[in-house]
């Protein structure tokens, strides 16, 4: 069975980082492409980042990109999320997602982790 786990969420102020974790397992995570979405409250879901299997390709939403940094590291199935210089409109639930498919085929992606949420004051 597929899991993956999101940890690292929380509350901080504009301008301070966090970093993100999702621990998968059930799945040979090196043959997954990994990705990471948000949803605010009351609006749709959206892509924020993904990378590619080996990790040498990453795509970034434009509204993230310089801020954020996503990562993997195969040996110990797990992806990450960089977050700096956050802003309120970052306030979202994040999850992270998997795709046997090309990382930036959105569509692909069909195991869904929980999620954590962020939350950044002004």
């Known amino acids: 069975q597929v899991q993956l786990v999101e940890s690292g969420g929380g509350f901080v102020q504009a301008g301070g980082s966090l970093r993100l974790s999702c621990a998968a397992s059930?799945?040979?995570?090196?043959?997954?492409?990994m990705g990471w979405f948000r949803q605010a409250p009351g609006q749709e879901r959206e892509f924020v980042a993904a990378?590619?299997?080996?990790?040498?390709?990453?795509r970034y939403a434009d509204s993230v990109k310089g801020r954020f940094t996503i990562s993997r590291d195969n040996a110990k199935n797990t992806v990450f999320l960089q977050m700096n210089s956050l802003k309120p409109e970052d306030t979202a639930v994040y999850c992270c997602?998997?795709?046997?498919?090309?990382?930036?085929?959105?569509?692909?992606?069909?195991?869904w982790g929980q999620g954590t949420q962020v939350t950044v004051s002004s």
């Open positions: 059930g799945l040979t995570f090196s043959s997954y492409a």
């Open positions: 997602a998997a795709s046997t498919g090309s990382s930036g085929n959105l569509r692909g992606y069909n195991r």
């Open positions: 990378i590619s299997r080996s990790g040498g390709v990453t």
